[in-house]
Nanobody
Framework: QLQFVESGGGLVQPGGSLRLSCVAS????????IAWYRQAPGKEREGVAC????????YYQDSVKGRLTISRDDAKNTVYLQMNSLTPEDTGVYYC??????????????????WGQGAQVTVSS
């Protein structure tokens, strides 16, 4: 069973930065593409970034390109999401998961394993 623990969320002012961490347990992370998803208040969960398993290619939702960076450290079984130039529209609970295929990150239901508890990110002045 693929399980993830997200951390690093918090309250930040507009224009600020945060780094989220996603630690995988029970399996070797390097076999899987890993994606970050977010769920804003009152909205559906959406994929925002994905990193492939084999070649570390990265993919981003248009609204976060140039501001969010996904990376992985397979030795630590951890994936990161560096978030810069944050805006109130980035507020939400952030989750990580393994999409069935890299391109599936835009469809949150097409993933392996269950959701973790997520990390709350609040961007507000």
């Amino acid at each position: 069973q693929l399980q993830f623990v997200e951390s690093g969320g918090g309250l930040v002012q507009p224009g600020g930065s945060l780094r989220l961490s996603c630690v995988a347990s029970g399996f070797a992370l390097h076999y899987y593409a890993i994606a970050w998803y977010r769920q804003a208040p009152g909205k559906e969960r959406e994929g925002v970034a994905c990193i492939s398993a084999s070649d570390d290619n990265t993919y981003y939702q248009d609204s976060v390109k140039g501001r969010l960076t996904i990376s992985r450290d397979d030795a630590k079984n951890t994936v990161y999401l560096q978030m810069n130039s944050l805006t109130p529209e980035d507020t939400g609970v952030y989750y990580c998961a393994a999409p069935i295929a890299g391109s599936d990150y835009v469809r949150p239901n097409r993933r392996l394993g269950s959701w973790g508890q997520g990390a709350q990110v609040t961007v507000s002045s």
